[in-house]
Protein backbone atom coordinates (compact mmCIF):
# COMPACT_ATOMS: atom_id res chain seq x y z
CA UNK A 1 0.00 0.00 0.00
CA UNK A 2 1.16 3.34 -0.89
CA UNK A 3 1.27 5.80 1.59
CA UNK A 4 0.87 9.69 -0.18
CA UNK A 5 2.93 12.45 1.36
CA UNK A 6 2.35 15.72 1.59
CA UNK A 7 5.18 18.05 -0.05
CA UNK A 8 4.69 21.56 0.34
CA UNK A 9 7.66 22.80 -2.47
CA UNK A 10 6.31 22.97 -6.46
CA UNK A 11 7.63 20.17 -7.71
CA UNK A 12 9.05 20.54 -11.55
CA UNK A 13 9.09 17.36 -13.80
CA UNK A 14 9.67 16.86 -17.61
CA UNK A 15 6.56 15.80 -18.63
CA UNK A 16 3.04 13.79 -18.02
CA UNK A 17 3.99 10.26 -17.25
CA UNK A 18 6.50 11.84 -14.69
CA UNK A 19 3.51 13.86 -13.55
CA UNK A 20 0.99 10.88 -13.17
CA UNK A 21 4.09 8.76 -11.28
CA UNK A 22 5.05 11.13 -9.00
CA UNK A 23 1.60 12.09 -8.45
CA UNK A 24 1.11 8.72 -7.36
CA UNK A 25 3.67 9.27 -4.29
CA UNK A 26 3.21 12.19 -3.15
CA UNK A 27 0.14 15.25 -2.88
CA UNK A 28 1.64 18.00 -4.30
CA UNK A 29 2.01 20.98 -7.56
CA UNK A 30 3.56 19.33 -10.16
CA UNK A 31 4.23 21.42 -13.05
CA UNK A 32 5.35 19.89 -16.32
CA UNK A 33 8.36 21.62 -18.62
CA UNK A 34 6.88 19.40 -21.82
CA UNK A 35 10.76 18.89 -22.15
CA UNK A 36 12.50 21.66 -24.15
CA UNK A 37 9.63 23.39 -25.06
CA UNK A 38 9.95 25.43 -20.85
CA UNK A 39 12.65 27.43 -22.90
CA UNK A 40 10.48 29.04 -25.27
CA UNK A 41 7.74 29.74 -23.34
CA UNK A 42 8.26 32.87 -20.66
CA UNK A 43 5.65 32.69 -19.34
CA UNK A 44 5.80 29.34 -18.07
CA UNK A 45 9.53 30.47 -16.90
CA UNK A 46 7.76 33.71 -15.31
CA UNK A 47 5.15 31.34 -13.18
CA UNK A 48 8.18 28.52 -12.08
CA UNK A 49 9.73 32.00 -10.84
CA UNK A 50 7.21 32.69 -9.02
CA UNK A 51 6.36 29.72 -7.93
CA UNK A 52 9.91 29.60 -6.43
CA UNK A 53 9.42 32.58 -4.50
CA UNK A 54 6.08 31.49 -2.82
CA UNK A 55 6.68 28.17 -1.99
CA UNK A 56 10.20 26.65 -3.29
CA UNK A 57 10.90 24.47 -6.60
CA UNK A 58 12.19 20.79 -6.39
CA UNK A 59 13.52 20.06 -10.07
CA UNK A 60 12.57 16.00 -10.63
CA UNK A 61 14.78 15.49 -13.81
CA UNK A 62 15.78 12.20 -15.51
CA UNK A 63 19.09 10.85 -15.27
CA UNK A 64 19.71 11.55 -18.83
CA UNK A 65 21.29 13.68 -21.11
CA UNK A 66 18.41 15.46 -21.64
CA UNK A 67 17.14 15.74 -18.16
CA UNK A 68 20.72 17.00 -16.93
CA UNK A 69 20.06 19.59 -19.99
CA UNK A 70 16.51 20.90 -18.71
CA UNK A 71 17.99 20.92 -14.93
CA UNK A 72 21.07 22.92 -15.95
CA UNK A 73 18.90 25.46 -17.66
CA UNK A 74 16.83 25.88 -15.37
CA UNK A 75 19.21 26.51 -12.65
CA UNK A 76 20.61 29.12 -14.11
CA UNK A 77 17.08 30.71 -15.21
CA UNK A 78 15.69 30.63 -11.45
CA UNK A 79 17.01 32.03 -7.71
CA UNK A 80 19.31 29.12 -6.29
CA UNK A 81 17.86 30.05 -2.83
CA UNK A 82 14.67 29.17 -3.86
CA UNK A 83 15.35 25.80 -5.63
CA UNK A 84 16.20 21.95 -4.51
CA UNK A 85 17.55 19.55 -6.53
CA UNK A 86 16.59 15.48 -6.61
CA UNK A 87 18.38 13.51 -8.18
CA UNK A 88 16.84 9.21 -9.29
CA UNK A 89 19.94 6.72 -8.56
CA UNK A 90 20.68 4.95 -12.44
CA UNK A 91 18.06 2.52 -11.84
CA UNK A 92 19.45 0.30 -14.72
CA UNK A 93 17.41 -3.02 -13.51
CA UNK A 94 13.78 -1.42 -14.40
CA UNK A 95 12.17 -1.77 -17.63
CA UNK A 96 11.56 1.80 -19.16
CA UNK A 97 9.25 3.37 -22.19
CA UNK A 98 11.94 5.20 -23.70
CA UNK A 99 13.34 3.62 -27.54
CA UNK A 100 15.88 6.16 -27.70
CA UNK A 101 19.72 5.34 -27.51
CA UNK A 102 20.45 8.12 -25.04
CA UNK A 103 22.21 7.28 -22.66
CA UNK A 104 21.49 3.90 -22.77
CA UNK A 105 17.65 4.67 -22.41
CA UNK A 106 17.92 4.80 -18.75
CA UNK A 107 14.61 4.22 -16.93
CA UNK A 108 13.62 7.84 -15.99
CA UNK A 109 11.08 9.44 -13.13
CA UNK A 110 8.19 7.81 -15.17
CA UNK A 111 9.59 4.21 -14.28
CA UNK A 112 10.56 4.83 -10.77
CA UNK A 113 9.38 3.09 -8.15
CA UNK A 114 7.21 4.83 -5.15
CA UNK A 115 10.07 4.14 -2.93
CA UNK A 116 12.83 5.48 -4.85
CA UNK A 117 10.56 9.10 -5.86
CA UNK A 118 10.11 9.39 -2.03
CA UNK A 119 13.85 8.95 -1.43
CA UNK A 120 15.08 11.11 -4.20
CA UNK A 121 13.24 13.70 -2.61
CA UNK A 122 13.67 13.24 1.08
CA UNK A 123 18.00 13.28 -0.21
CA UNK A 124 16.98 16.54 -1.67
CA UNK A 125 15.92 17.98 1.78
CA UNK A 126 11.70 18.26 0.78
CA UNK A 127 9.79 19.77 3.29
CA UNK A 128 6.86 17.04 4.14
CA UNK A 129 3.94 18.42 5.98
CA UNK A 130 2.62 15.08 7.33
CA UNK A 131 6.18 15.44 9.63
CA UNK A 132 5.81 19.23 10.49
CA UNK A 133 2.77 18.32 13.03
CA UNK A 134 0.25 18.12 10.53
CA UNK A 135 -1.48 20.49 7.70
CA UNK A 136 0.31 23.66 7.76
CA UNK A 137 -1.70 25.09 4.16
CA UNK A 138 -4.98 27.03 5.00
CA UNK A 139 -7.71 25.86 3.66
CA UNK A 140 -7.10 25.07 -0.45
CA UNK A 141 -9.88 26.43 -3.39
CA UNK A 142 -11.88 23.56 -5.07
CA UNK A 143 -13.33 22.95 -8.41
CA UNK A 144 -16.49 24.47 -7.14
CA UNK A 145 -14.66 27.34 -5.80
CA UNK A 146 -13.66 28.14 -8.96
CA UNK A 147 -17.37 27.04 -10.79
CA UNK A 148 -19.12 29.96 -7.86
CA UNK A 149 -16.44 32.58 -9.38
CA UNK A 150 -17.96 31.54 -13.04
CA UNK A 151 -14.47 30.61 -14.52
CA UNK A 152 -15.34 27.01 -14.48
CA UNK A 153 -17.81 24.99 -15.97
CA UNK A 154 -20.39 27.30 -16.91
CA UNK A 155 -21.15 29.29 -20.02
CA UNK A 156 -18.84 31.51 -21.07
CA UNK A 157 -15.98 30.14 -18.19
CA UNK A 158 -13.18 29.51 -20.69
CA UNK A 159 -13.18 33.28 -21.77
CA UNK A 160 -13.56 34.08 -17.83
CA UNK A 161 -10.86 32.08 -17.05
CA UNK A 162 -8.80 33.53 -20.03
CA UNK A 163 -9.50 37.10 -18.41
CA UNK A 164 -8.19 35.69 -14.96
CA UNK A 165 -5.32 34.32 -15.87
CA UNK A 166 -3.97 37.41 -18.04
CA UNK A 167 -5.00 39.67 -14.95
CA UNK A 168 -2.51 37.43 -12.84
CA UNK A 169 -0.12 37.33 -15.59
CA UNK A 170 -0.18 33.33 -15.85
CA UNK A 171 0.71 31.45 -18.94
CA UNK A 172 -2.68 31.26 -21.04
CA UNK A 173 -2.34 27.98 -21.68
CA UNK A 174 -3.09 26.42 -18.06
CA UNK A 175 -5.87 24.18 -18.06
CA UNK A 176 -8.73 24.65 -15.06
CA UNK A 177 -7.32 21.75 -13.34
CA UNK A 178 -3.80 23.22 -13.56
CA UNK A 179 -5.11 26.63 -12.86
CA UNK A 180 -6.38 25.48 -9.86
CA UNK A 181 -3.01 23.88 -8.35
CA UNK A 182 -1.47 27.42 -9.37
CA UNK A 183 -3.77 29.41 -7.29
CA UNK A 184 -3.66 27.27 -4.53
CA UNK A 185 0.51 27.50 -4.77
CA UNK A 186 0.50 31.31 -4.97
CA UNK A 187 -2.92 31.93 -2.75
CA UNK A 188 -4.59 31.27 0.00
CA UNK A 189 -8.53 30.45 -0.76
CA UNK A 190 -9.17 33.91 1.40
CA UNK A 191 -6.77 35.46 -0.88
CA UNK A 192 -8.23 34.67 -3.95
CA UNK A 193 -12.29 34.80 -3.07
CA UNK A 194 -11.39 38.28 -1.86
CA UNK A 195 -9.56 39.10 -5.12
CA UNK A 196 -12.61 37.29 -7.22
CA UNK A 197 -15.02 39.48 -5.55
CA UNK A 198 -13.27 42.24 -5.32
CA UNK A 199 -12.11 42.55 -8.83
CA UNK A 200 -14.35 40.27 -11.11
Known amino acids: MIVIRRVREVIVVEGRYDKNAVSQVVEATIIETSGFG ?26 DKAGF ?30 TTPDNKSKPGVEDARPDVIIMALERARA ?40 RLSLPERLSANSLLDVLNALYTRDEFLSYINGGC
Not at 38 to 52: E, M, T
Open 38 to 63: VFSDAGKIALLRRLAEKRGLIILTDS
Open 69 to 98: FIRGRLRGMLDGNMVKHAYLPDLTDLPTRK
Open 127 to 166: TFEDETGGDTRPDELTKIDLFDAGISGGAGSAQKRRDLMK
